[in-house]
């Protein structure tokens, strides 16, 4: 790659990370170094890209102009790499992943020991912690997400939807009764998930059984946990009701003694998903190997929808 190219590919990621400081740690350069490169390719160009404050840059005209054709640029050269890398025998390399601490274990674990059994010359290292990882400034390669992206700066692969589902286990039905409205529901105990701004203690239903018309209901949370195997725990043991994704459920919900509640009314996903998430760079053969890799294991539609018969009818 020239000199120039290099430059090129140092503005796309200073505008699309949003900051100096976090496209310097991206490339583990400092930031006096990278401003140097920017200068320099400015020079070379002969036109200014951005205008710079103390704190903040904006792109000008000739910036956004350069910008649009950098990005095709970057484009077609990955493209060109992914087929050079196509024709590489098997990954290679280290892989630094970062995920939940339940989908790690659950779900990437099987993935991270089958994948090494088959390139022993890969090395893993997997991070697994429920508060949110900075991907960049902890140089990690790869990073899985269950949520709602908020991260603009971040490539993101979908690799499933969400399955909401309300349950309870068959003791609390036994002692509090059936809901039948989620008015009846959200005047019981629940077991909330919350973890550092994180918080699921609202639900998103319809008003009435299989409408249209969507409305927030607060859950009472007798109880919040930042751990998604000791909330399902809970649940069992008949501490409250809780809002869960299908994949918190590691077997079918028949052994697990729950039950899905409020099943006519339509529950929003809330524009919430799973994503494989990775810097701006260019996507590494061992990198793409290991999302495949993950998206083959669970799926697609992923198998634990399995866990609850008929879901597809559910909750619409």
Known sequence: ?????????????????????????????????????????????????????????SLTSAGEEILEQTQNLMETLTQIQNIADSYQSEPKGIIRITSGIYFGQEYLQPVVTAFMKRYPDVKVTLNLDDKLTDIITDHFDLAFRVGKLTESNLIAKKIAKTHFAIVASEAFIAEHGMPTTPEELVQLPAVVYSNGNVSLDQMRLTEFPHGEQYKNYQMRGNYHISDVRSLMSAVQSGIGYAMVDLFNLDQPI???????????????????????VYPHR?????????????QEYIGTPPFWLDHLPDYKHLYK
């Open 282 to 294: 260019k996507q590494t053969l061992l990198v793409s190997e290991f999302i495949k890799a993950v």
């Open 1 to 57: 790659m020239s000199s120039t190219t290099k430059q090129l590919a140092l503005f796309l990621d200073v505008v699309q990370q949003g900051s100096f400081t976090k496209a310097a740690t991206l490339h583990d350069m400092d930031n006096s170094l990278l401003s140097k490169q920017i200068k320099k390719l400015e020079t070379e160009l002969g036109v200014q890209l951005l205008n710079r404050s103390t704190r903040s840059f």
């Open 254 to 276: 028949a052994e697990t003694k729950l039950v899905p509640l409020l099943t006519d009314y339509g529950l929003s996903t809330m524009d919430t998903g799973i994503y494989a």
